[in-house]
């Protein structure tokens, strides 16, 4: 878990250096990953943020962007087993990429408990959190994020955690439906609706060589 957790760190100073750079004082920045807790929805928001926002377009990239979510929540929940009715909703509330990962690996091997959750995820966020603030304080010590190279820290974080699901040519046919569609619908259509086309090309291609696998047994 350490290594993960220490891994958001950079993730998190180049967003509040990317979103101080926009323009939104610290308190802002703190507010933010404290009430939306989604890294990837948060640095898209920061993309297309303008003076004065567009409410609308923010939240409806927000929906396309964090809409895995509902595939993320169905395949975990059937694996929350010893967890109460609250817990489960509070889990459902902290889940992000990462710790759906995590805890996908660990069900493979073993039991979900809720303290093993709660030592991921409440880590994960408190430290999403501080570090966006720290990010936007010394947002104009770190300078551009790409220059420095630190806006690679998302994608690297992203990268170690598919290697982790790693089985094979199986593996390798999701995600290269899902780089494909992703990529196409990136040159076909404007906004994040690319997020939403490699998720669901990933999710067909993995049902089809599920059925395949279970007609061949």
């Known amino acids: 878990m ?24 610290p308190a802002e920045v703190t507010l933010m990953s404290a009430l939306v807790f989604a890294g990837g929805s948060q640095f898209v928001a920061m993309d297309i943020w303008t003076h004065p926002a567009s409410w609308a377009a923010l939240g409806f990239s927000a929906l396309l962007v964090n809409i895995r979510h509902v595939l993320m929540s169905a395949s975990i929940g059937g694996k929350l087993d010893s967890f109460s009715g609250p817990a489960r909703y509070a889990s459902m509330l902290l889940l992000a990429d990462e710790i759906w990962a995590m805890a996908e690996m660990r069900a493979s091997n073993g039991k979900l ?82 997020i939403a086309a490699g998720a669901a090309a990933g999710v067909v291609v993995a049902l089809l060589s599920g059925a395949r696998k279970e007609a061949h047994a």
């Open 113 to 194: 408990t809720p303290a093993w959750y709660a030592g991921l995820a409440v880590p994960f966020y408190c430290l999403w959190v501080l570090t966006s603030l720290a990010g936007a304080l010394l947002g104009a010590f770190l300078g551009d994020p790409k220059v420095t190279g630190l806006d690679f820290a998302f994608p690297a974080v992203f990268i170690v955690l598919v290697m982790g699901f790693w089985k094979g040519r199986e593996t390798g046919a999701v995600l290269a439906a899902s780089a494909c569609a992703a990529v196409l619908t990136h040159q076909l259509l404007p906004g994040v609706w690319y």
């Open 2 to 25: 350490t290594p993960l957790i220490v891994a958001v760190m950079p993730v998190g100073l180049v967003f509040g250096a990317v979103a101080a750079s926009k323009g939104l004082a």
